[in-house]
């Protein structure tokens, strides 16, 4: 092989992975991204069992029923029209109380529940600098 | 097609530069905005935040005249930085009153002290379940009540200097 | 008045930058190589005065100084020095002068200490470094002043996010800046080679331990940052995909990439245009990851944390300088003869394949990182992108990744045979298979990816010390020794990560005191909650004993820690660290009933995923001294070594 061939040859390599990984990125990002919806848009839009989405709205009062196991809870997600149960099964977040802001992740299951397996509660100090904000993403979510 | 390649890098540094662009001049609006806006105020009597005057109740606005709301707490930086603003509405003629978030009478007389004193009665809401009540999901927030006691307006964040005259037309639309 | 030195000091040192490029220039366009004394040392005293404006920074932080707002907004009274100290660069403002310092330091290790790079290379090299410092100090003083008063001065100050009031803050963010910003020097070396058409093997041998040196401490910074999370927030997981971690991820995969391929640039005098390429991507990928992150464009949860003007500041700052350095490649890149050229199965083959897959997985990872932001961009719609994506679309490369990791070292340069390389992999197949045979028994129902991964990691660990078979073990070069031992780093790690995701168990129950609750094989039992207080926290504390089999019973104390300046609320895990893994225990809230919610793991080898991070930055510094006193020693012997 002559350096020019070469050169070509490693660049066209070089093209493919970055063709190939963007291909890859795009098929997975159609599977994985979880889509924010409201419970009117997933109602409306029908979302599929088993995937993966967020679901904000807020937790409507005198909804939440602790499981006897003591750690599983159901309550209702509401946007003010529609709502849409959900059940969770972990320690939820301080501010995670009836009539309060809340965004869960998870899937919905065949029969229409909302089977959350993070709460993200909405932080008190929402003002702070911008910094913090960064490191606190994480705070905000507690996992499962 | 070798030069080509040679200027793709840049080519995708500047379609990136320009989305971020894009959303640095239209940031989203992940504010969580209450649903409470247009409804009446939810029920609540809070007890006094200080000494030298009285709590805050729902009743208290039911009176005619639209009130501002102030949502605020002495361990919030941002909330100092609207205090000039505030007092600067209390000149204008606005009343405001203050629900104080986890907080403590001889915090919220330093602050006062030290920032001005716009509040014509104070609540104090220790576990923020007025506040949640409110739609509110954090510190600073404002909110313009109408004289039959309604959530005309919700303001979230400190109060800027530049946000002065939207506070006092929303006040207005609300007589 | 400390804080007037600092901002003295900040101007200074701004209008020497300011003056290193204008000396740089000139020099350069009039040829003149004896300006280069001259700029060296306008360097040097630059990189002193940002860090004399450092240090006024830090002073004011330790005295809680509460006339500067800065201090004022994050720091409080009632703190720990320690966290006092850490808060200088717990926010904003902070965090920046510290991203400059580092920058005037690493200009100014360079002007001290470059020996070998061609004079025209380095003044071309030390006037970029100065042009980046410009407009970062720029930044500074014009859009975000850490040292702005406050007047009047408040009683108290506001305080320090509890999750960020922990040892680990006051070294692992200057950790990973070191290395963000190390890679600065890579930028400017690429820069300067570009300007002066000069890429060529001594300019690799000269780059590499700069390369080198940055990787090493980024490697420490995410490594560390991961146990970090791993301890602090409480929810088991050691990697979350989170912006925050990605921007830390994206440079240190360019930089691996670099430091591959300027060792190929640097021995066989191969892939100039490519080195080039990637010494301009790793720095960029640090400004974009560090300023994606900061501005708040990424985690714009908190609508008050976008300031446009600062945004808009970084983002022309960004265009200017990415932008350039890339216009500037596309440029100059067709003038740069290309270097000797080698067969596809080779060492120089296999380094090419870890630079294709290196650079596939960043691509994957920036991606998934700006993907949220650019639909919600083109169609408005809200979503984020999570660890499904990220281990779907980039385990798999990974995996291949590291089979080339253990065959890579194993092939000659220039050229070999594919049969010669499978007998030299023999052993190595042998062990993974056995350890495919193992995990089959263990584990028959266990998930694909785990399953490759312990298999992959039992092979690799054997394929990465392969290299120093039948060598006198005494006379293998240091830097050899260094290779091995990050390669085996990689292997140790993913053995944890595959471990962690195969093995951990989980128990999630609501406990009366008294009770006791299984997991793994440890039964924990729950003796009760008492309340405890610290310096500016109350928590409440669970009492756990753990008793695996006949063993000693191990007490372990899961907090609940509310602080109240300002008011937030943390989980306090209690791990125990046992040689075969992490018994993990979180205390959760108190149910109506009066039971507690406790959620225990056992997480079989866990902490093989930070010994191994460790092994890879043990190897790299290995690898930098082996190299430093290589280089020594030539030096001493006459410069005809590297000439």
Partial sequence: ?144 | MKKAILWAPLAMFLIFAAMVAGKLYAPGDSSIVSHMVGKPLPAFALPAGMPDRPGLANTDFAKGKPRLLNIFASWCVPCAAEAPQLVELRKAGVEIDAIAIRDRPEDIAEFLKRYGDPYARIGSDANSSVQVAMGSSGVPESFVIDGQGIIRHQHIGDIRPENVPDILAAIRAAQ | MIAEIGLAALWLAAALAALQFVFGAIALYQRDMTMLRGVRAVAVVQALLTATAFAALILVFLRTDLSVSLVAANSHVAKPWLYKFAGTWGNHEGSMLMWVTILALAGGAVALFERRLEDRTLIATLAAQATIGLGFYAFLLFASNPFDRLDPAPAQGNGLNPLLQDPGLAFHPPTLYVGYVGLSIAFSFAVGALVTRDVGAAFARAMRPWVLAAWIFLTLGITAGSYWAYYELGWGGWWFWDPVENASLMPWLAATALLHSVTVLATRDGLRAWTVMLAVVAFSMSMIGTFLVRSGILTSVHSFAVDPRRGAFILALLAIYIGGALALFALRVGTVREGSRFDMVSREGSLVANNLLLSAILGIVLIGTLYPLGIEALTGGKLSVGPPYFNAAAGPLALILVVVMAAGPLLRWRRDELRALARRLAVPAIVAVLALVIVLAVLPRAHLLPSLGLILAAGVAVASVAPLWKRNLRRTPLFTWGMVIAHLGIAVSLAGMASESAFTQETLVAARPGEVHGVGPFAVRFEGVEPVAGPNWTALEATLTATRGTGAPMEMRPQARAFWAPPTETNEAAIRTLWDGQLYTVLGKQAEDGRWQLRLWWKPFVTLIWAGGALVAIGGALSLLGRLLRDRRAAQRGKEWWE
């Fill in chain 1, 1 to 144: 092989m002559k350096p020019k061939h070469q050169r070509l040859t490693l660049a066209l390599l070089a093209l493919a992975a970055i063709v190939g990984a963007t291909l890859l990125a795009m098929s997975a990002l159609r599977d994985q991204a979880s889509y924010f919806y409201t419970p009117g848009d997933a109602i409306r839009d029908h979302v599929e069992p088993g995937r993966a989405v967020r679901l904000g709205g807020m937790v409507a009062g005198g909804s939440i029923r602790r499981a006897a196991d003591g750690v599983t809870i159901d309550f209702v997600v509401t946007d003010g029209k529609q709502s849409v149960p959900v059940r969770f099964k972990g320690i939820v977040p301080d501010l995670f109380k009836e009539n309060s802001g809340v965004v869960a992740e998870g899937a919905f299951d065949a029969g229409g529940t909302f089977v959350a397996d993070t709460i993200l509660a909405k932080h008190d100090e929402r003002y702070m600098p911008p910094q913090i904000a960064g490191e606190m993403h994480k705070s905000e979510s507690l996992k499962k």
